[in-house]
């Protein structure tokens, strides 16, 4: 898989770079087909996931072990979620965590009320949605066919061989091939645009201290790049059990510290208050919301979910293979109820917790004019450095959440070479260090380039990427459709052979408890040895009870 991949991604960055405004527009377009006239097959796809992957969880599969049957867990839970979080969307909770709450705030949905309690409730409600359960189903859908198929089966590290059990052995032909080729090319597209877009964030934050005059210096911008490439090459090579744990750790330890912070300087009753409300919330509307189109309020309520709600479907679905072959390969030893529980709850209830605690006080704030936040339009690059600004100590902690940052691209950059790695290599769950190395630095040499290419304070290239992104994210959720029931098959085969193999054993017990009797009988002469009396009526006495 190597070589097509490569290939395919190095001639799709010419075409962004070569012919920016024609790369984008025809990108775009075909993007505007996807998500203008599947706008319903997204948000019913993804809620039958969320349906799914719980019935999976809950039911009797649930305790289908993924690996051999007495196998322990690699990783301690602890370092298992925190793995699983910084890859899955820690960065994205860094970036949006007081932006998106603000920009609902800002612009509501239509239908929404005027007052500003009612935008409120809707931008934390409608937050909660775009990052709760139903990403992370996303995730599960994958993560849960690779890792059963990796783990239990034996098969090598890819997504064709968790289409196995529907396909067969054509899995092994062109088929399979394409499905691993479009899960590098997303993958490698999704990292790179994550990280031209997230260097951005770190620029504007070390303006907005006055550590840098011009964040959207080129210089920088490459530098920046550099430095996250760098670390997360080091990070890739020493592997999962070291460097990809480590910085996963020390990265939810920053996130709680910063969250702590703001708990303690922000205001504590509202965001416990905000919490406790939002969430009733979320539960009493996620059922109408996840199949909300927007049909009822006309263009204007469609435009708006098609730009945000569907776009992050698309989105999540792009991250798909890379986060959930990552989560697969480092759940070796889980039950399947464990692994979706703890992919699916644990990271959603931390989640609804940060977007409280950073979106809650930005709102509170907002509402009672103790910062104006939409005045000139919500500052998407610079709303959490503005919100910490505002709290005693705030500068300090802005300067540490630039390292969280920085952290959370390192790892979600050496997260996705390993995966890349894994499958451009056929399978191999511990590549060779030189591929690490190429696909770690393939990443950073792509953002650069379109970053480069683009004009003084353009992101053209990196936008097309993006939408090449959400773009390829269409077919891989046909995949995804194979991999539901491609693990609801493999799972009905295994309950059955349980059943069978319990009905066995049940039968062997029946027969040696049987045989012990009778061996008793013989003993205590209960049963007699000889060839026994006929009675009149002509029974045997063989069995006859024992006199008092």
Not at 361 to 376: F, I, P
Not at 466 to 482: D, E, H, L, N, Y
Not at 524 to 545: A, E, H, V
Request: proline share 4%; aromatic share 12%.
């Amino acid at each position: 898989m190597f070589w097509p991949a490569a290939l395919i991604i190095l001639g799709f960055v010419l075409y962004a770079v070569i012919g920016q405004e024609t790369a984008a527009d025809h990108v775009q377009t075909v993007q505007d087909e996807i998500v203008g006239n599947l706008s319903w097959f997204y948000m019913a796809l993804v809620s039958l996931f969320v349906i799914f992957v719980l019935w999976v969880g809950i039911g009797r599969f649930g305790d289908i072990r993924l690996g051999k049957d007495n196998e322990k867990p690699e990783f301690s839970t602890l370092s298992w979620l925190a793995m699983l979080f910084a890859a899955g969307m820690g960065i994205g909770l860094v970036f949006w965590g007081v932006a998106e709450p603000l920009n609902f705030f800002d612009a509501p949905m239509p239908g929404t009320g005027e007052s500003d309690p009612e935008k409120a409730q809707f931008a934390m409600v409608r937050t909660f949605l775009h990052w709760g359960i139903h990403p992370w189903a996303i995730y599960v859908v994958v993560g849960l066919a690779v890792a059963y198929s990796v783990h239990r089966k034996g098969r090598p590290v890819s997504i064709r061989w968790a289409l196995e059990p529907l396909f067969g052995d054509r899995v092994k032909g062109v088929w399979g091939d394409v499905v691993d080729v479009i899960a590098i090319v997303g993958t490698l597209f999704g990292v790179a645009t994550s990280l031209g877009f997230g260097v951005m964030q770190v620029a504007s934050g070390m303006h907005f201290l006055d550590w840098v005059d011009d964040p959207s210096s080129k210089t920088l911008l490459v530098i920046l790049i550099a430095c996250i490439t760098a670390i997360a090459t080091l990070s890739v090579v020493s592997g999962i059990g070291k460097g990809i744990k480590w910085l996963s750790n020390i990265n939810m330890g920053l996130a709680a510290a910063i969250m702590i912070f703001v708990i303690i300087a922000g205001p504590t009753l509202f965001i416990a208050n905000g919490m406790t409300e939002s969430t009733g919330a979320y539960l009493q509307e996620v059922a109408r919301m996840s199949f909300d189109t927007g049909a009822t309020h006309g263009d204007e309520g469609t435009s708006w979910v098609n730009g945000w709600t569907v776009f992050y479907w698309g989105w999540w679905i792009s991250w798909a293979p890379f986060v959930g072959i990552f989560i697969a390969r480092i759940s070796r030893g889980r039950t399947v109820r464990e692994f979706v529980c703890g992919v699916m709850l644990v990271p959603t209830l931390l989640t609804f917790v940060w977007f409280a605690v950073f979106g809650g006080t930005a709102l509170q704030q907002q509402m009672n004019g103790e910062h104006d936040y939409t005045k000139d339009g919500v500052s998407t690059n610079n709303a959490l450095f503005e919100m910490l600004d505002t709290l005693p100590g705030g500068t300090f902690v802005a300067g540490v959440a630039i390292l969280l940052i920085v952290l959370f691209f390192v790892t979600s950059s050496d997260s996705g070479s390993y995966v890349v790695d894994m499958l451009a290599s056929g399978g191999d769950p511990n590549p060779p260090i030189w591929s690490r190395v190429f696909w770690a630095l393939a990443e950073g040499a792509v953002a650069i380039a379109l970053l480069l290419a683009s004009g003084s304070g353009d992101t053209a290239s990196l936008d097309t990427l993006k939408t090449a992104a959400i773009v390829i994210a269409f077919p891989f959720s046909i995949v995804m459709i194979g991999l539901c029931i491609a693990t609801l098959k493999s799972f009905r085969e295994e309950r059955k052979a349980y059943l069978e193999a319990k009905q066995r054993k049940e039968q062997e017990r029946l027969v040696d408890e049987t045989v012990a009797v009778i061996e008793e009988g013989f003993d205590n002469g209960t049963i007699p040895s000889g060839g026994g009396n006929t009675d009149d009526d002509g029974g045997s006495d063989l069995l006859t009870k024992p006199k008092p």
